[in-house]
């Protein structure tokens, strides 16, 4: 009975521009933002070990970066999806509850993941953290509004997803082409309810440019935070 943290990290980050490491090697604070991630997870106590998927090409480079973690680290694949079964692949038998978790939201809370978990151990077969979506959205064809949609019942998605492991292993296996952008899409696929939790904003997603800024901002705050308490 163990919960594992299951970590894609393997993306280029495309959307951060085209300069500079893969996404999860770029620098926050100094320090490599899978670092970042990693000693979230870490620190959350309900987890009892992390497995990495890593950009295939960074393997060696990854593995020294995080030789002090404890982490296992894989060979990510070309997608997403892939990137996750890799993980789970790699998996030992007695793990029963799974953490999926972007490596690109690097300040999560140790105390939310660990809410995820706590969902998951309560009888869920898969939890969702979620937010409300803060802008109105539209419905566009070519450069016309062709409507509003009605935001009262849509929901941001985020990361940790927690699963039964049985529940995402099969919801992986039954994917094959299937190329969803998080694993509780491939439950709900497999027809097996996902029960959502309140998400948090400080597990927002490193994504374009700005993102790092707040991320910077984010760690300022909370090592300015740590220095008033030493
Ligand atoms: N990811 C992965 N393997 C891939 C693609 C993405 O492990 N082949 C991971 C990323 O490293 C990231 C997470 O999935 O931690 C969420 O994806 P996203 O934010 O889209 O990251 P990237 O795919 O790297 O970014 P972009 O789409 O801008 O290229
Ligand atoms: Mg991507």
């Known amino acids: 009975v163990t919960t594992a943290a299951v970590v894609p990290a393997a993306g280029r980050g495309e959307r951060l521009g085209p300069d500079g490491p893969p996404k999860a090697l770029r620098p926050v604070g100094g320090v490599p933002l899978l670092l970042h991630t990693v000693a979230a997870l870490t620190a959350a106590g309900s987890v009892g070990l992390v497995v990495v998927a890593a950009p295939g090409e960074r393997l060696a480079e990854v ?87 009605d935001r009262g019942a849509l929901r941001a998605a985020q990361t940790p997803q927690g699963f039964r492991r049985a529940v995402l292993a099969a919801a992986h296996a039954a994917a094959g082409t299937v190329d969803a952008t998080d694993d509780a899409g491939l439950v709900e696929a497999l027809g097996r309810p996902v029960t959502v939790i309140e998400g948090h904003p400080e597990a927002f997603k490193v994504t374009r440019p700005v993102d790092l800024l707040l991320a910077e901002a984010l760690l300022a705050r909370r090592e300015g935070a740590d220095g008033q308490r030493g």
């Open 63 to 149: 593995r020294a970066l995080l030789s002090g973690t404890g982490a296992t680290v894989v060979a990510g694949g070309a997608s997403r999806q892939a990137s996750v079964g890799a993980c789970l692949a790699a998996l030992p038998d007695d793990v029963d509850v799974v953490l999926v978790h972007d490596a690109a939201r690097p300040f999560a809370p140790p105390a939310f993941i660990d809410s995820v978990a706590a969902a998951v151990r309560a009888g869920a077969d898969a939890v969702l953290p979620v937010l409300p979506i803060v802008d109105t959205v539209k419905e566009v064809h070519g450069d016309l509004v062709t409507g509003t949609v």
